[in-house]
């Protein structure tokens, strides 16, 4: 299917690696201009290498942090006028909820909530008035099924939720659209660490850890992060117009309920 947004501008945060990357990945081969934008320049200059060369696409890194205020403002100088926003960033840390003083809970609000609402905000207005705009947020499976031990995660995705669920409904009449995907298991780096940690907790070995995580997914294996980046492409597309304010799991069957 031709996604008919060849020519496209975006901006993808968290995209050297991981489902960031995979997004730029895919939006790039449909012919998408795209902003890449992750903190470590050595990283984030090689996945731009490594995007144009499988695409042909224009790809630019911006080694910058996202969650921060001049982080946003070298994005959006390297792209003003984007048609299609990918907000992400790395999630924060599990723990003990009974350990997380004001600062960490601000953090992780700011990491995972205001980073993206900020973001909306500088250019849902510039989509509104071009009469197109495909915003897609990287949130978690753990929105519909908390983790405990992901409490910061688990809150300060939920407030995203909440804010997007009444602005993309303030946004639709101008064929601008307001997404969330919940990635399930994807083994990323940062997946690969989390089973570390578990496997440690639980004095297993890696391995070990890794076939019991597996045993939990329906599909029976962990997602490949280009699977996560096709369905993001396909919600920043022309067809997609009429998808908006949805959370939707890609998690290989592992949330049992019906709904
Ligand atoms: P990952 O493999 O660790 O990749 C994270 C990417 O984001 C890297 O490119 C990293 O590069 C960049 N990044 C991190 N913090 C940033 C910041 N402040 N500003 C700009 N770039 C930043 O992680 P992932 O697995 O793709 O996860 C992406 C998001 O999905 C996270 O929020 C994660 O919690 C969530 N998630 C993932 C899974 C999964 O199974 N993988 C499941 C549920 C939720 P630098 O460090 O160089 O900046």
Redesign the pocket.
Request: net charge negative; proline share 5%.
């Given at each position: 299917m031709d996604l008919g947004i060849a020519g496209r501008k975006a901006i993808v945060?968290?995209?050297?690696?991981?489902?960031?990357?995979a997004c730029a990945m895919s939006l790039a081969r449909e012919g998408v201009d795209v902003v890449i934008?992750?903190?470590?320049p050595e990283?984030?200059e090689k996945a731009a290498e490594e995007i144009a060369a499988a695409t042909g696409a224009n790809v630019t890194p911006i080694a910058?942090?996202?969650?921060s205020d001049e982080?946003r403002a070298a994005a959006l100088a390297a792209c003003p006028e984007p048609d299609i926003l990918i907000n992400?960033?790395?999630?924060p840390p599990s723990g003990n909820f009974r350990d997380w003083d004001r600062e960490i809970w601000f953090s992780a609000l700011n990491?995972?909530m205001l980073a993206s609402v900020f973001m909306i905000k500088d250019t849902v207005d510039g989509m509104i008035e071009r009469g197109f705009g495909r915003v897609v947020n990287?949130?978690?499976?753990?929105v519909k099924a908390p983790i405990g031990i992901l409490g910061l995660?688990n809150a300060a995705r939920a407030g995203l939720t909440g804010f997007v669920a009444g602005t993309s409904r303030e946004v639709a009449k101008h064929n601008v659209t307001i997404n969330n995907v919940l990635?399930?298991?994807?083994?990323?780096?940062?997946?690969i660490d989390n089973t570390r940690a578990m496997a440690k907790l639980k004095d297993k070995d890696f391995e070990e850890m890794r076939q019991i995580r597996q045993g939990l997914v329906a599909a029976g294996r962990f997602?490949d992060?280009s699977e996560f980046g096709e369905l993001c492409a396909y919600l920043c597309s022309n067809q997609a117009g009429f998808i908006t304010g949805q959370n939707m799991l890609i998690d290989g069957g592992k949330y049992p309920g019906t709904f």
């Open positions: 945060g968290g995209a050297s690696a991981g489902l960031g990357r934008v992750s903190r470590t990283n984030i910058a942090d996202i969650t982080g992400n960033a790395g999630g990491n995972n990287i949130t978690s499976s753990a995660s990635p399930g298991d994807f083994e990323t780096e940062r997946h997602g992060p």
